[in-house]
């Protein structure tokens, strides 16, 4: 089982974001160099000036190792018959390790002592990075929501913060649930947009989780609107209506596959279901 997920990943790779410069026969023959190689190269290239689709490259190859690394790593924890456990032991150990040398490895390309001054160049590698971490499960996880809260050069940077939550929830780390319901009534609309967008990854999320974020978003959704209809030359309320209600409506959605558009129904939703335990279970069970 292990290498026919394996195998079947090496040739389908989903599709890189439009930062990514490299061509696609190059990617494709990432996996088969030594991944110290890989992270050698590319700290030789943030050492580097004027390089810059140099180092998207070099990042690109890494996306797709990370990538093949957490497929690896599903199949050794979802064993076949004819897996050895020993060997899937191994793979899970080394997969793990990887994947976490991988996230201290694009951590290090955001915080480089040699790309310290915000400008479009060293902005476009950055958010290459973070759209790579994105890749790492719960390591890549632990480092965009560091860079979220406590890397103070960004303290400014709203988009690429933002960039950073919506890529948390592509993670699937769902222990990074509460921090990111917590943002949803940030004073700053792009951050409850940025929260919003990686619940609607969270659809599988453990049940009480859901349910939580569900709680959150009808209630605080209505009340944007409200506040919209209450005070309609309140341009502040209409520009954080603009920006945070369509992602959280489809962050609703995702979370409890209704399909309702009106922030006013989902809170009626919300109060029909909220004790309906059948909708709230994780979803293996």
């Known amino acids: 089982m292990l290498v026919l997920l394996t195998s079947f990943y090496l040739h389908f790779i989903p599709p890189m974001h439009d930062d990514v410069v490299a061509p696609v026969a190059p990617l494709m023959l990432a996996q088969q160099q030594d991944l110290g190689e890989q992270l050698t190269a590319l700290d030789k290239l943030m050492r580097g000036k004027d390089n810059q689709a140099d180092v998207l490259e070099s990042i690109a190859r890494l996306r797709v190792t990370a990538v093949i690394l957490r497929n690896q790593l599903f199949a050794a924890e979802n064993p076949g018959e004819d897996d050895s456990k020993s060997e899937m032991k191994k793979i899970i150990k080394s997969s793990r390790r990887d994947l976490a040398k991988i996230a201290d490895n694009l951590m290090g390309v955001i915080l480089h002592s040699r790309r310290k001054e915000i400008t479009a160049e060293n902005m476009k590698i950055w958010e290459s990075a973070a759209r790579s971490l994105g890749q790492l499960g719960g390591p890549g996880a632990h480092d965009l929501w560091q860079i979220f809260s406590k890397t103070k050069k960004f303290r400014d940077e709203a988009d690429f913060l933002k960039l950073c939550l919506v890529e948390i929830g592509t993670t699937k780390d769902y222990t990074k649930t509460a921090v990111l319901i917590d943002l949803l009534d940030s004073s700053e609309f792009l951050y409850i947009a940025g929260a919003a967008e990686a619940l609607a990854q969270f659809g599988d999320a453990p049940g009480k989780q859901r349910r939580t974020a569900v709680e ?70």
């Open 216 to 285: 959150a978003l009808s209630k605080l959704v209505s009340q944007y609107y409200e506040n919209i209809q209450s005070a309609p030359s309140n341009e502040e309320a209409q520009r954080k209506y603009r920006i945070c209600s369509q992602p959280m409506i489809k962050a609703l959605s995702a979370l409890t596959g209704q399909k309702i558009v009106r922030p006013l129904e989902w809170t009626a939703w919300w109060n029909d279901n909220k004790n309906k335990s059948e909708l709230w279970q994780d979803k293996d069970e």
